[in-house]
């Protein structure tokens, strides 16, 4: 099975105890990398087949896979 | 414009206002405009088709209106009170009416105008303060708090010497110093000094307090960890605006994805603006790609560039998708000078990434001008800050966003 990094919105509701909500994510396989608790997102890696179980934890709002992304190339200035 | 040929009142209160109304019309309509405006106005409507394209001919008189149905664009020549009601209509074929405005011949001194000849970079400012009131402002972002989501900063550029300066890598393994460019760039655009160690002036808050994250490598690429992880510092440090020049590009029919715009909304909440380019996708006349992430949430500004003559920027991606994918205002975004990592010290590019700085820059001054308005409040001020352009919505959103004078 493939490994994935995500993200991970936690609900507004459970924002106040969001490192219970990282506890749990963890106890389903979450390799957690980081609280960024000022935004209530959690960021980490999971086996891809475990996305499912994330997503059915209480005060968890969405779980996505994580982008890459760039700047917009310099063009010809003039 | 010669008023007495064209029938315009005085403008006795100095407005600025000719008292017609400007009515944008929701992308193909067409001819079908006319019969709309009239049913809901009772003006009587022409086509400029019709006529041979003279000023004096397509000039509406009073009680008239007229559809340059090209432009999906109307000029009202009514009673105010019906183009009030006009902008109160929630139909689907009416998206904005301005007032109109008058504009003179050269737009250098007193502001751009949207019929001025293309603007060029001076000894005094490059085109992009020129059009966007930059110089004339008296607002300079003091006191307020930038954060710059990029590739980092040279932190010794001398252009920045003596700035506020607060930065954090999330990039492992790399220093906030700017290995690419497009950081030092984009910082310069937004809050560049007034005095710059080489003319023209080119950045906007200067006397802002830069924040600066490193979120993207020096390759210019980054993750969402990194990206979501500057986000939250930004906020954590009460970054009163938060410029992040980077994206994905998205498809049609995409929705906009939750966690960042959950994460966008909260920034609000807290107080901090969220500000990123409708990116670079497109190859007008023939292509025209859809806002890209994360601009096309709802609660994060997406900002479009324009050139010179303020016309679409054939990369520009436009507002092709609903809920957030709309293109909120225009920036300057064609040949624009700012800072370069040493030696070099001096560049000029083009892209979105350049015109959201913009629009970053004049959310400083618009919050040093406003210091109670943070978050939504803010972006509020913003989307109310601009100057209306003869271009699709789609692609320039409300306007060429302005500076508070």
Redesign the interface.
Known sequence: MSRV?I???VA?DARGRIYEVAAACRALGLEH??T??????L?GSVEFHDLPKLRAIPGI????L????????????? | MNRARTGLPADPAGSGHTGRQLVLLREGTGRAGAEILRNATGLRMGLSSDFDGSVRQTQPAPGEGMLFERLGAALLHGDPDQARALAHRTDAQTLRVEPERYVRASGLAEGPTVTSAPLADTTLATWGLQATRIVSSRYAGRGIRVAMLDTGLDLQHPDFAGRTIVSQAFVTGLPVDDGNGHGTFCAGVACGPQQPSQPPRYGIAFAAELYIAKVLDDHAGGTDGNILAGIDWAVRNNCAVISMSLGSPVAVGDSYPHVYEQVAARALAAGSLLIAPSGNESQRPDTIAPVEHPANCPSILAIGAVDQSFAVAPFSNGGLNPNGGEVNLAAPGIAIFSAAPRPTLYQTASGTSMAAPYAAGIAALLAEANPTARGAALQTLVLQSFLALMAPARDVGAGLVQAPQ
Do not use: I, K, M, Q
């Open positions: 990094n993200a991970v919105a507004e990398t980081s960024l608790a000022d935004v209530g997102v960021t709002l969405a779980v996505e994580e982008r890459e992304f760039r700047s917009g190339e310099f063009r010809a200035g003039r």
